[in-house]
């Protein structure tokens, strides 16, 4: 397959590590990372400027008129607003969690995600990459680690970043946030039945991206 048809789906729970690696496999291949849990935490920013984020009727409206794009940099626009570091709250990725669950908000993003794909490469991270948006691709994985891994990871991220939460209050967001995507109606997480399993718990980024890397190679021209 040639590099410029390639899409690479990386899904997985809070904390396994998709960011991460989806950022070095992007870069390794000369592509770029499309990483469409921004696109919902973008929704849930401009729900909550708009005071809409317990409103399940507005939240579709939005969602029929939502338009989002990301510029040569990276930065993620809704409209004209630049919000790539105003989503990148606690109080913003709870709310993402929760209003995603909307059928009419994720059927609205998934077009929107889809644009963005191409050309390739590109390698897009999610909980439904491999199974709803492109279920098509023709590598898929699926990462994954222990609850307290994650969390640490987590708490460590906010932390340096100067937000100051307890290690036990984002152990406990996840484990919900875990069951909220694992058990609702639409596109709920889960791996992909043609996704490779990676367990990150024990291994380092090095050895992930050397790992996915390998699988990735053995599918290009």
Sequence with gaps: MR??????????PAGSGKSTIANQLADQLGGRRLDTG???????????????????????????????????DGRMFVGEKDVTDAIRTP????????????????????????RLALPGPTV????????????????????TASPEARARRRHEELTAKGTTISFERVLADQIERDARDENRAVAPLKRAADAILVDTTEMTIAQVVDFLMEKINAVID
């Design 3 to 12: 590099k410029e048809d390639l899409i690479i789906t990386i899904d997985g």
């Design 38 to 72: 921004a696109m919902y935490r973008a929704f849930a920013f401009e729900a909550v400027s708009r005071g809409i984020e317990e409103h399940p009727r507005e939240l579709i409206h939005l969602a029929a008129s939502f338009t989002l794009s990301i510029d040569a």
């Design 91 to 114: 109080d913003i990725s709870s709310w993402a969690s929760k209003i995603s669950v909307i059928p009419e908000v994720r059927s609205a993003l998934v077009p929107i995600q889809r």
């Design 124 to 143: 897009t991270e999610g909980r439904d990459q491999g199974t709803v948006v492109f279920p098509d691709a023709p590598v898929k994985f699926f990462l």
